[in-house]
């Protein structure tokens, strides 16, 4: 497993309006959108790509393509408010969903709803979730992508855990994880230190 942290003073901005408890919801959604094409931009950087011919109002030139279109799956709900960015930058991925629910005692993801393709076995998978917090609810999701045959798995949040690196690496699963942070801890709560709260309270309100 590799992991990716976007270090980059734009990332670091947006990030603090996130983190910031004054920060209203539509703000919040807007700053997760704007850093999500910055995670989208690092994540995407080695993709590969095909060439093919285009014709410039001048003259003939070179056009150049993604190779395999990836996968979005936002992790219901906090991804969410990842999803329109990323698609908007990768036009011809599809989007697969996965709905979870943590228990607020036992931490553990309850799963409401999925909607994936069946065989992934040749196409890159992005995962978004803002926050891995255990990273119960990444590994279940990841779980879920591997009975699909997915091999090319890149997960994108915002802010991570060590606990939930550590639950990922654990997992098993060959993926790469692009973060704008690691932070330090959970507390008690299982919710991560300093963190930003719950992304999915901060964007749509209280469930
Ligand atoms: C949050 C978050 C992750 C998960 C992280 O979602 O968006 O999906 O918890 O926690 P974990 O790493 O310990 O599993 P939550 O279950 O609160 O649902 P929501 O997105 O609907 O708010």
Excluded at 73 to 83: D, F, I
Excluded at 121 to 135: E, F, N
């Amino acid at each position: 497993m590799r992991t990716q942290i976007v270090d980059h003073p734009l990332a670091a901005a947006l990030l603090t309006t996130m983190r910031d408890a004054r920060t209203s919801n539509p703000t919040f959604r807007a700053a997760l959108r704007d850093l999500t094409a910055l995670l989208v931009y690092e994540a995407m950087r080695e993709a590969p790509v095909e060439t093919f011919p285009i014709t410039t109002p001048v003259a003939a030139a070179e056009g150049t393509r993604l190779a395999a279109p990836p996968l979005l799956v936002p992790v219901l709900r906090a991804g969410l408010g990842m999803v329109e960015t990323a698609e908007s930058l990768v036009p011809d991925a599809r989007i697969g969903f996965v709905g979870l629910a943590r228990d607020e005692k036992t931490h553990q993801p309850t799963p409401y709803m999925e909607s994936l393709p069946d065989d992934l076995s040749d196409t890159p998978v992005i995962v978004l979730d803002p926050m891995l917090a255990t990273g119960g609810s990444m590994v279940y999701t990841l779980d879920l992508l591997a009975t699909r045959n997915a091999r090319d798995i890149t997960v994108l949040c915002v802010v991570a855990a060590p606990e939930g690196i550590a639950a990922l690496r654990k997992s098993g699963h060959p993926i790469r994880l692009v973060t704008a942070s690691v932070d330090r801890g959970l507390n008690s709560e299982a919710f991560i230190v300093p963190g930003l709260g719950d992304a999915g309270d901060r964007q749509f309100g209280p469930r």
